[in-house]
């Protein structure tokens, strides 16, 4: 959630078996400590080739007294980066959620769940999921989210709008939203994208990688999703309907996932936003990260696993352990 944070920004204190079979116990509990490295954060990440977590001491936040969801459609990605900026500007860090859906994205989930409307009567290019949370009253927060969407509609960024009535009302604009990657799952032929750039830079990595995509083969849906309050975009390109998935990934996948993580990169992003390396992102890491950063990362890998026991062959590129 955009208001909380990622996973690190959670997490305080852990316990960790090390290689060796020590344990290191970490699980300190403190906002502030700044007694040298902060090895926690080594391991969070590090996909287990450094040690197995076993515990961690994580930060809470209190339940918000209330809670305002809307579904919007938008005109585009650019649109709806303007309306997030109306929302930061009248709400602050009330807003826990900003989501963007493509036309695709929504047209596929509402196919296979079968028992879901779409929010909107009019089907639109873009849509946005967004949740406004505070300690205020239930009243005022409606009444401030409805004055930033009346903003957002005279302004053009926003075109239609629902606001839930009921926390099950809610829950549907959610269940859309959450069930994308399922529904993609069930279609197969997705090339999965996880990038993240910097927010301003979003509707541009948008196009561009359309652009780039359709010009590969011009047939292929646009399911385009993700946390575009913080920059996450999941750019799935989902194979044509005629054309099966085992032939539209044998021909497409490894170009259009090249052709997507380098216009990321160009534009200062990340290939791996929020998924991990794995193996399937491993030996990219030699395009996309500097000499000095893959050394610094095998040195530290043999500090803690000289002998490569956790993990092996993930997240580090082979070539750099043998010293190429």
């Not at 090390?18 to 902060?38: C, F, H, I, M, Q």
């Not at 967004?130 to 075109?159: K, M, Y």
């Amino acid at each position: 959630m955009l208001r909380y944070g990622n996973m690190r920004d959670l997490v305080l204190g852990l316990e960790v078996v090390l290689p060796s079979g020590e344990v290191w116990d970490g699980l300190r509990a403190l906002r502030k400590d700044n007694t040298g490295y902060d090895l926690k954060q080594l391991f969070i990440g590090s996909e287990g080739t450094l040690g197995v977590i076993t515990a961690a001491v994580l930060k809470l936040s209190p339940q918000p007294r209330s809670v305002s969801t809307g579904f919007l459609a938008v005109p585009s990605p650019a649109a709806a980066l303007f309306f997030f900026g109306v929302l930061r500007r009248r709400m602050g860090h009330d807003v826990s959620a900003f989501e963007l859906i493509s036309q695709a994205a929504l047209s596929l989930v509402l196919a296979h769940l079968g028992d879901v409307q779409s929010p909107l009567p009019q089907q639109g290019g873009w849509y946005v999921l967004t949740e406004v949370s505070s300690g205020r009253a239930q009243d005022e927060l409606d009444a401030a989210l409805l004055e930033a969407l009346q903003e957002g509609l005279e302004a053009g960024w926003v075109e239609d709008a629902a606001v839930a009535a009921t926390e099950a009302h809610a829950a549907q604009f959610w269940r859309i939203r959450e069930e994308i990657s399922d529904a993609q799952t069930r279609t197969s032929g997705s090339v999965r994208c996880d990038i993240s750039v910097p927010l301003s830079r979003v509707p541009s990595f948008i196009d561009e990688a359309t652009q780039a995509v359709l010009a590969l083969e011009p047939a292929t849906r646009m399911v385009v999703y993700g946390h575009m309050g913080d920059g996450n975009v999941h750019f799935n390109p989902l194979r044509p309907e005629n054309v099966s998935a085992p032939d539209f990934l044998d021909r497409f996948n490894t170009p259009i996932s090249q052709a997507v993580d380098d216009i990321a990169m160009a534009m200062g992003g990340s290939i791996s936003a929020e998924h991990g390396v794995g193996t399937a992102k491993r030996d990219e890491l030699l395009q996309v990260k500097t000499r000095v950063e893959l050394d610094m990362a095998w040195r530290i890998k043999r500090a803690f696993d000289p002998m490569n026991l956790l993990n092996p062959g993930k997240v580090l590129p082979a070539l750099q352990a043998e010293g190429a």
